[in-house]
């Protein structure tokens, strides 16, 4: 299985000895989110996903606000921009999240909480990988977000692409 250290090493190319600074989510999970998802259990753990893959795919900002702390934190490595805090999250959220059509596969990844995240590519007629993103929760509330684009995705147990289904109008979902 392949960790977050290792995929952020791809995304950036390089060894193991060029890896200076890893992001939180993409360390070994401390006893305190080793406890909570412990304490969450595995039916809570798949209700916080069920949920915030069910807002990520109908486009619901607010409901993915909701369901952050107040001051969560989104990066995607190897870029430099990242966004902190619910009103810089809202922002980002609304541009990524309107007019397209994404699809989440929960998985893990270390440990932690992970989705493979999937756009819709209306020339391959499919879903295709955006990325891996791992979750730090904080009670059931999302703390941060590591989001790694270009990350193959059967690494992690999760399928290169997804089918889209023709609604009874003949348009793809």
């Not at 390089?14 to 999970?29: E, F, Q």
């Not at 904080?138 to 977000?145: I, K, P, Q, S």
Request: charge should be neutral; glycine fraction near 10%; charged fraction near 25%.
């Amino acid at each position: 299985m392949v960790t977050q250290p290792v995929a952020l090493l791809w995304l950036q190319g390089g060894r193991i000895g060029d890896l200076k600074v890893v992001p939180a989510a993409c360390r070994r999970p401390g006893a305190g989110q080793d406890r909570l998802l412990g304490e969450l259990g595995d039916a809570g753990q798949r209700e916080v996903a069920r949920r915030y893959a069910a807002a990520w795919e109908s486009g619901d900002v607010e409901t993915i606000v909701a369901m952050l702390t107040e001051d969560a934190r989104y990066s995607m490595p190897p870029l430099t921009v990242w966004y902190e805090g619910r009103e810089q999250l809202r922002g980002f959220l609304t541009e990524v999240t309107g007019g397209r059509r994404w699809r989440f596969l929960p998985t893990s990844a270390n440990g932690q909480l992970a989705f493979g995240t999937y756009l819709w590519n209306d020339a391959a007629a499919a879903y295709l990988p955006a990325g891996l993103d791992l979750l730090v929760l904080r009670g059931r509330r999302v703390a941060e977000v590591v989001s790694f684009p270009d990350v193959p995705l059967p690494d992690f147990d999760l399928p290169d692409r997804l089918p889209g289904r023709k609604s009874q109008t003949g348009l793809h979902l």
